[in-house]
């Protein structure tokens, strides 16, 4: 005799594709259709932020751009928030990255902080390109620059860029934000935080904000964003509202639906074990 | 960034979104000859923009050099060749001296800097009291404290959970569920945050909302 | 003779080199010559290693089109011949213009191929852990029970929208993130340490052979 198949039954068997065009359809409408919640601030951002608002004019930063194409969404709105904020404080800004897709990031970034229009490549802010190795390049880096960089992206030597005549081992370094999707920012605490003392603080994506938040608590790592989430909340701690707190919005929908999702599937499962089921 | 108007650029984002709508016909749809296409498409351009990236960081950090005068990275360059002849099995064998310098580093350069953040500190972190003195503080001291040694436990202890071991390895557990429901959270946050980046991208393509 | 080169003077090198490391950093605060020496080593050897992974695959694809294996061999012409056309543009800009990004060729297929597909790709997940939240996710003993709760409290802390929900959902997904996982996580990292230095501790003594199997044919 077979059993009569409830709603819920149904539901569990729907068709992934719909559940799929609910989802992209459902990110869609914020966009259009735009809710504008407030961001609260969290304790970590908070820090990262009032840490850069102490770098004094002529320090010099090290942006790690550790992420690639794929996670702009995530780490770029913070990224661009954290140069704007550093360029405000007259911190000189070195960046570098691990993506062969580096020279796109870098050229998003250049096209979305005003203040490079008016800043001069090689004094205020130089940018050295691709590096790769992991740990070990890390390690030298901290010994010197020159070793990992002979040039710049545009081949031009160090030594003939003024803001880096000075500027070659860990100790020449205010501090490091690594803005990153995995391991970077560990090999930063290794090979620069422990040996050196250099602060280091990470811009990351949300999952690297559980894995790092015993750092933090700990005080290895002065402050941290967590996701797109991070950028939204530096975005309003700067007051510059950008992509980050557009995509929030998209964020709020998408996980009400994860929540109704979860939600419906356990209700299924609490009904299929009354009835005796597994 | 206003919506393009040269004829190429437009073709670029054209192709972008046709890119973007190829991959997801497989989701979205089913398995097709355009999402196989899109596939091998990307991994025919990150193979090219690897090997040419590749290549121009080689002349730049080693080629360069050496010809100016650092004439010692001799060495490392004909090592990191010797990593090609992984390729050929009769001579594959030395591709391992290479190998043994990257993992001799790696291990070196690991070992000697996780001790102090990730153990230390750690340990540190957790067993001492809060300063300020309310309450919830010194509830959250005894969750992270009492937590992190069971949690500990639990991981760490190879022997069967009974007897004495079983309520603090039982308690370890449920702690440790409660960190991977937090990280299971920043996941999805992570997950749909690039969903959402393209979701824009595909408004913004077909000018439903500014560029 | 032969086992030697192959096996001992490799396992030698390794335990030499972490040594160096080790020794730089206990007793040289400065920095050691010989460990720096042997950083900038590695950093080249990466640099050039680089380029393996690509030229494997394309070993790979090449197979594929040589043995006609049905269903991928077409799209393995196309790759194969995609990769020179990216290739040659590349190198084009790379020799004549000195950076690649200048040729416009190669530029417009940087930005508009594989960025897109990059991206899109990557974000292709979220469609995945949607339909696992959806399938998967229940609630069937104690365990799962706290990783859903906790979980969803992380989910409505991160989106703004769960204050409007409920006021206490913030206050408790906070708490959630800023204490409730921190015992968990700090476990992984110091497990995961103990991990690194046991199995460290392995290859230093030649106890590990699983980075050379593959590469010694062994």
């Known amino acids: 005799m077979t059993k009569q198949e409830t709603i819920l039954d149904k539901m569990q068997k729907i068709d992934r594709r719909i559940l799929y065009w609910v989802l992209f359809i459902g990110l869609m409408i914020p966009f259009v259709s735009p809710l504008g919640l407030p961001v609260a601030v969290t304790p970590s951002t908070v820090d990262l932020y009032k840490?850069?608002?102490?770098?004094?004019?002529?320090?010099?930063?090290?942006?790690?751009l550790a992420f690639g194409v794929s996670a702009w969404s995530e780490c770029l709105p913070a990224t661009v928030a954290s140069t704007k904020l550093l360029f405000k404080q007259g911190a000189k800004i070195i960046f570098l990255g691990v993506h062969y897709?580096?020279?796109?990031?870098?050229?998003?970034?250049?096209?979305?902080?005003?203040?490079?229009?008016?800043?001069?490549?090689?004094?205020?802010?130089?940018?050295?390109?691709?590096?790769?190795?992991?740990e070990a390049t890390v390690a030298r880096l901290a010994t010197s620059i020159r070793t990992v960089f002979p040039t710049d992206a545009d081949k031009k030597s160090l030594d003939e860029i003024e803001m880096m005549k000075n500027v070659n081992v860990a100790k020449d370094i205010k501090l490091v934000l690594s803005s990153d999707t995995g391991d970077w920012c560990d090999y930063y605490i290794r090979q620069w935080r422990v040996?050196?003392?250099?602060?280091?603080?990470?811009?990351?994506?949300?999952?690297?904000g559980s894995s790092y938040m015993p750092h933090y608590q700990a005080g290895i790592l002065f402050g941290?964003?967590?996701?797109v989430r991070g950028g939204a909340e530096l975005e309003k701690l700067i007051g510059e509202l950008g992509e980050a707190t557009v995509t929030m919005d998209s964020i709020n929908i998408s996980h009400v639906m994860a929540i109704v999702a979860i939600g419906l599937a356990n209700l299924g499962y609490a009904a299929t074990v009354k009835r005796g089921g597994k | 960034m206003a919506y393009p108007t040269a004829l190429l650029d437009v073709i670029g984002l054209w192709t972008a979104w046709l890119m973007m709508m190829l991959s997801y016909s497989y989701p979205l749809w089913k398995e097709n000859h355009g999402f196989r296409f899109a596939e091998f498409t990307f991994v025919s351009t990150m193979l090219a923009i690897n090997l040419i990236v590749a290549i121009s960081n080689v002349m730049r950090v080693a080629i360069t050099p050496m010809t100016k005068g650092e004439w010692s990275y001799i060495i490392p360059i004909v090592l990191g060749f010797a990593m090609y002849t992984m390729l050929f099995s009769r001579y594959r064998w030395i591709s391992r001296y290479p190998v043994a310098i990257l993992v001799g580093i790696g291990f070196g350069l690991g070992m000697r800097g996780v001790l102090i953040p990730s153990v230390l500190t750690q340990v540190i972190a957790t067993i001492t009291p809060p300063k300020v003195g309310d309450p919830m503080s010194w509830l959250n001291f005894a969750y992270i404290a009492i937590g992190t040694i069971c949690s500990v436990m639990y991981f760490l202890l190879t022997y069967e959970h009974k007897g004495v071991l079983r309520?603090?390895?039982?308690?370890?557990?449920?702690?440790?569920?409660?960190?991977?429901?937090?990280?299971?959270?920043?996941?999805?946050?992570?997950?749909?945050?690039?969903?959402?980046?393209?979701a824009q991208f595909f408004l913004q393509v077909l000018k439903i909302i500014p560029l | 003779m032969s086992t030697l080169l192959k096996r001992e003077v490799v396992y030698l090198i390794t335990g030499v080199v972490a040594v160096t490391m080790f020794i730089d950093f206990f007793f040289f605060p400065k920095g050691w010559d010989v460990?720096?020496?042997?950083?900038?080593?590695?950093?080249?050897?990466?640099?050039?290693?680089?380029?393996?992974?690509?030229?494997?695959?394309?070993?790979?694809?090449?197979?594929?089109?040589?043995?006609?294996t049905v269903g991928v061999w077409h799209y393995s012409v196309?790759?194969?011949?995609?990769?020179?056309?990216?290739?040659?543009?590349?190198?084009?800009?790379?020799?004549?213009?000195?950076h690649q990004d200048k040729n416009p060729i190669y530029y417009w297929n940087f930005t508009n191929v594989y960025t897109p597909l990059g991206q899109a790709l990557y974000a292709m997940t979220g469609f995945y852990i949607f339909s696992a939240a959806y399938r998967a996710f229940r609630a069937r003993n104690i365990d799962a029970a706290l990783l859903l709760i906790a979980g969803c409290f992380t989910l409505l802390t991160n989106a703004p929208i769960g204050e409007v929900i409920w006021v206490q959902i913030p206050v408790i997904g906070r708490w959630f993130l800023d204490i409730g996982q921190v015992p968990g996580m700090r476990t992984f990292m110091i497990a995961g340490a103990f991990g690194l230095l046991a199995y460290g501790f392995r290859a230093l003594l030649g106890k590990e052979k699983g980075f050379y199997a593959e590469v010694g044919g062994q």
């Open chain 2, 167 to 198: 309520y603090p390895t039982r308690l370890g557990r449920w702690i440790i569920m409660i960190g991977l429901g937090a990280y299971f959270g920043n996941t999805i946050l992570f997950r749909f945050s690039m969903l959402a980046g393209r």
């Open chain 3, 78 to 98: 196309w790759l194969i011949v995609y990769f020179f056309i990216c290739l040659i543009t590349g190198l084009a800009g790379y020799i004549t213009l000195g």
């Open chain 1, 101 to 134: 897709d580096v020279d796109l990031t870098w050229a998003k970034i250049k096209d979305q902080v005003p203040a490079f229009k008016t800043l001069t490549y090689g004094k205020n802010y130089v940018y050295l390109g691709f590096y790769t190795g992991g």
């Open chain 1, 195 to 208: 040996p050196y003392g250099t602060p280091v603080g990470e811009i990351g994506i949300a999952m690297l």
């Open chain 1, 51 to 64: 840490e850069l608002t102490k770098v004094k004019t002529g320090e010099v930063i090290i942006i790690n």
């Open chain 1, 224 to 227: 941290m964003t967590v996701g």
């Open chain 3, 35 to 68: 460990a720096s020496t042997l950083q900038t080593w590695a950093m080249i050897i990466g640099n050039i290693a680089l380029g393996l992974g690509a030229v494997r695959l394309l070993l790979f694809y090449g197979k594929q089109v040589q043995k006609r």
